[in-house]
């Protein structure tokens, strides 16, 4: 294969540029532009800058204007506080199966979330030795509807950690689990490639269908409440912004 002049550009691009709110295009995004292709500098680098700048809160009252659902799992909480967003590679197994986590690992794409849905929570499938080997492999963060475990290494770990519970013991690494297939989850369906994004307030999922949808409303969320601020700032009060006054 050739490389023009072009491709060595595109190789230089600089992917830590980023976009002014005000600026921000959003034409065309798919949620492919989560990764830079060597094509796609403009959509990644607007799609990134805004993911960067809103909240899950945001994201979510964003879908919930489009399809009347706010795309939460209630019980998934962050763990050490970290935001993140991403495609989701699902993952399902039960408590005494560590051993299908490992295998997510392996078989997950670099920049993928792992989003585990396990049958109960009395054993922890996910730990530090888990969240050092998906790290170093390019994962950018698990997601689990179940336990982990090891929080006083995973509270202070550069790696995003969510689940629904936590506690010290584990299973076995069996391996017996299911990759990569549709999962549901407190009534959301879930399917490998949806978008996820997770923070201190707690996580959404988004259809992979929606995505562009909900990117664009998410903007003008993101927007509306900045000029919110502007005025709050200039002495209104927010029940005379919202019209209560």
């Known amino acids: 294969m050739s490389i023009s002049p072009n491709d060595v550009l595109r ?3 600089n992917l830590n540029k980023r976009v002014d709110i005000d600026k921000i295009v959003l034409d065309d995004v798919s949620i492919e532009d989560l990764k830079f292709n060597g094509k796609n500098y403009d959509k990644h680098i607007n799609l990134i800058s805004l993911l ?10 964003a879908y919930n204007s489009i399809s ?11 763990i050490n506080n970290q935001k993140v967003f991403g495609s989701i590679f699902t993952a399902e197994t ?3 199966d560590w051993g299908t986590s490992a295998l ?3 078989n997950a794409s670099e920049g993928d979330i792992l989003f585990f849905k396990v049958d109960c929570e009395d054993k922890a499938i996910w730990g530090e030795l888990a969240s050092t080997c998906a790290r170093d492999n390019g994962i950018k963060a698990t997601v689990i509807y179940g336990s982990a475990r090891d929080l006083d290494a995973l509270l202070y770990m550069d790696y995003p950690m969510f ?3 936590f506690c010290p013991n584990a299973g076995s690494a069996l391996g017996l689990g299911t990759l990569n297939e549709s999962i549901e989850v407190e009534g959301v369906k879930i399917n490998p490639g949806d978008f996820f994004i997770g923070d201190e307030s707690g996580v959404v999922i988004i259809p992979r269908k929606l995505f562009t949808q909900t990117m664009i409303a998410s903007l003008a969320v993101k927007v509306k409440e900045s000029k919110i601020i502007e005025d709050i700032d200039d002495g209104k009060t927010l029940a005379e912004i919202v019209g209560l006054k």
């Not at 960067?52 to 009252?61: G, M």
């Open 163 to 165: 689940a629904s519970n």
């Open 52 to 61: 960067e700048n809103v909240s899950a809160c945001q994201v979510s009252d």
């Open 11 to 13: 190789k230089n691009k």
């Open 94 to 96: 039960t408590s005494d």
């Open 104 to 106: 997510a690992i392996d």
């Open 68 to 78: 009347r659902r706010s795309g939460v799992i209630q019980s998934i909480k962050s």
